[in-house]
């Protein structure tokens, strides 16, 4: 016994195939990675958590304007930071302010840029620094400001051109002083 195929046959066969193949696509359709849920009450991070309009560390804390994260949190921008604060040993140790910081929320570094405008907090010669750059390594417990900064001390300024505060000693590396101050005894 044999088999005819004319072109009708193979036609009908391609159109069923074909057919068979768009079927089995739609109904397999989206089964690839499903969009993350949005989270009306934050986002969740190693190490911290983003609420409203604060994101918390356990080394630091930022009240922002706008935010913007990664999908799984780790990174992130936050843009408008009014009262952002390092901690030093679980305490209040600087308050910052800037237009821009970078987050990296595993290792708790933190980069910001624009205006920067960091105080001292419970200092009693009430320390203030302007910069436009402020880099935080978390590992190392420093803050450096590597472009020139200003330092405010009452009504006396100086410049410097770098400045690095150690958290663990409790040092302030000032670089490339210019400018006078009035000691007083």
Request: glycine share 12%; aromatic share 8%.
């Amino acid at each position: 016994m044999r088999f005819k195929f004319g072109w009708k046959t193979v036609g009908w066969l391609a159109g069923a195939a074909l057919l068979v193949y768009v079927i089995v696509e739609v109904i397999l359709a989206g089964r690839g990675t499903p969009p993350l849920p949005t989270n009306q009450n934050g986002i969740t991070l190693h190490g911290g958590h983003v609420q409203g309009n604060r994101i918390s560390t356990k080394s630091w804390s930022f009240d922002y304007k706008s935010a913007q994260l990664s999908p799984d949190g780790t990174t992130g921008t936050v843009d408008g930071v009014r009262n952002g604060i390092v901690l030093r040993k679980g305490k209040p140790y600087l308050r910052v302010a800037a237009e821009h910081i970078s987050v990296d929320t595993q290792s708790l570094n933190f980069t910001a840029i624009g205006k920067v405008h960091v105080v001292m907090i419970g200092d009693p010669q009430h320390r203030s620094f302007d910069t436009d750059l402020v880099i935080w390594t978390n590992g190392a417990k420093l803050l450096r400001m590597d472009h020139p900064s200003y330092i405010h001390s009452g009504d006396q300024t100086l410049k410097l051109q770098n400045v690095t505060i150690n958290f663990d000693t409790d040092q302030i590396h000032l670089g490339g002083i210019a400018g006078g101050v009035q000691i007083e005894k």
